[in-house]
């Protein structure tokens, strides 16, 4: 264990662990000088990481869970409850920079930022653009999970979810912007457009593809197709891999003509009252020990390049769990739509439900 630091304008010892220990193994505990009421996503953090921080730190961290990013955002916005940090996704972290909800990140307190690759603060910048905000967590991408069984060789387009070929073998999500999103980027179109009518003409192939649907799913679009049940399925890249380690049938693609590159991230919230204790714990949690614990807990795609280049070439190589560039480079990140695209999606998501 290194020596401890102190960061500027407190009174806080923010330790650096080489390796993974707790009080129960010999490691000392610090005396607990503060806390920090932290809300993220359930089962999206290695919990013993949260003892490790504190032991090493003495900064307690009151833990708060929500299922949705409209859940979380909900119980923040209540007051009932006044937190530190915040996790959640790309959109929702947009809304929280626009609504004057999140402070700057101190990144000069920070000693492992770096291993955050570029291009996940790249990626930030469709809701972050000078990267004051948002540091990166996890990332995905959209796409098939299809069973090689079933299908004509490899599959690299949106075109076979709509050329009829396997009519009844499909699943799609039952998300009204994951769906429109693939008609969209089939079609050539952003997936954050506000014209109307290239919305429309979405919709419009959208019911022309609604026969040879099976059906509109989430969690389960990834059981239906490991359980042989359906073809394929659109499904987050962290669905897949899971997908393939239960049936080895199973590949994953990113179409060519591009998709959703999804970007959770923690925030300072503008009421942290000690933005050096939410700024340790945010480097800790970039330090690479930390990052390949959580990162083995979740198994989604990580922006840590120290974990990634500490990976087998198996799994380095795997789309699922590390997409390539190539995969990504027609991909675009989500951003929070207008109130007038927001309210036309809907209606025309619920006439295509209604068909």
Known sequence: MKKITRITGAVLAAATAVSLCVPATGCAKQEIIGELTVINYGEYLDPEMLDLFTAETGIKVNYEEAVTAEEMYTKYSSGAIS??????????????????????????????????????????????????????????????????????????????????????????QNSMRDTFMVALKYLGYSINTDDPDELREAQQLLIAQKPDVQAYLVDEARDEVVAGNAAMAVVYSGEAYLGHEYNNNLEYVVPS???????????????????????????????????????????????NEAVIASLDEEDRSNEALVPSDSATENCEVCVQASDETTALLNELWMELRSE
């Open 83 to 172: 937190y530190d940090l915040v996790c959640s996704t790309d959109y929702m972290m947009q809304k929280l920079i626009n609504d004057g909800e999140l402070q700057q990140i101190p990144w000069d307190q920070f000693e492992y930022r770096d291993n955050i690759g570029d291009k996940y603060f790249d990626f930030c910048t469709a809701f972050d653009p000078d990267n004051q905000y948002c540091l990166p967590y996890f990332w995905g991408t959209l796409g098939i999970l299809y069973d090689t069984t079933k299908v004509n060789g490899p599959i690299d387009s949106w075109d076979v979810l709509f050329n009829g070929e396997y009519a009844g073998e499909i699943i799609m």
């Open 257 to 303: 003509e591009g998709s959703n590159v999804w970007i959770d991230c923690w925030g300072i919230t503008k009421n942290c009252e000690h933005p050096e204790y939410a700024a340790a714990f945010l480097d800790f949690l970039c330090r690479e020990d930390v990052a390949m614990a959580n990162f083995e807990y979740i198994y989604y795609s990580t922006p």
